[in-house]
């Protein structure tokens, strides 16, 4: 499904990705986990269309997508959560959902029965629907950045951090409602909570100064002793 081919990616003349290389398959649940700074992000937003590799490919569904811009990569079935949420606080919970539904005709036809879809996962959302967004709790904007994601019901949603900054039991919710998401899409995760992405995911990959070092089921890494020590303690 996605193909990431040895991709080298930075900022101006600082490079953050060496020759980076993973595939998220069909329906599968992949997380990439490491420590701060290690281009965790930059892999998200190299594969989005927001940032220009130097070298390699990616492919997505068997199409180059490498080189293409954000919009047209969001238009072949890619969404991406970013960290810190990027909500548009002066609207309201269901003005905020619908513009999730705009990126394509297809999500905009099927607009209507995506919000009954998002407000079976997320009911708080349907509870808040009036609301603007500035007044929700950090949990409650978290739910509604991944429920305007989900409105362009893509093939690959990408998450970059949704725990962060949020408390167990509100992280619990969200992963709960993600495993309910199993045959309607692939699943890229950036997680810091390394437990909790590990037992998520059918597979991940540890990247370490933006090479990937390390890779194996979830089950694997969690049992991993290097993981362990280093990341979950």
Not at 157 to 182: R, T, W, Y
């Amino acid at each position: 499904m996605l193909s990431v081919e040895k991709i080298n990616v930075g900022y101006g003349t600082i490079q953050v990705l060496w020759d980076v290389t993973f595939n998220v398959k069909q329906g599968e649940k992949v997380a990439i986990i490491g420590p701060n700074s290690a281009g965790k992000t930059t892999t998200l937003k190299a594969i989005a269309g927001l940032l220009r590799i130097k070298s390699g490919m990616i492919e997505f569904m068997g199409e180059k997508i490498s080189g293409l811009p954000a919009h047209e990569v969001v238009k072949r079935g890619i969404v991406l959560v970013p960290e810190g949420r990027r909500l548009f606080p002066k609207m309201t919970v269901l003005e905020n959902l619908k513009l999730g539904a705009l990126v394509t005709p297809e999500a905009k036809a099927k607009m209507k029965d995506t919000l009954e879809w998002v407000f079976q996962l997320f009911p708080v959302l349907k509870e808040r629907i009036n609301q603007r967004a500035e007044t929700l709790s950090g949990g409650e904007g978290q739910i509604l950045a991944i429920a305007r994601g989900l409105m362009a019901r893509p093939k690959l949603l990408m998450l970059d951090e949704p725990s962060l900054g949020l408390g167990p039991i509100v992280v619990s919710q969200i992963f709960s409602a993600l495993e309910k998401l199993n045959g309607e899409g692939a699943i890229l995760l950036v997680e810091q909570y390394v437990t909790k992405a590990l037992e998520f995911s059918d597979r991940a990959y540890v990247l370490e100064r933006g090479k990937i070092v390390m890779e194996g089921t979830g089950e694997e890494l969690l049992k991993n002793e290097y993981i362990k020590r280093v990341y979950v303690g």
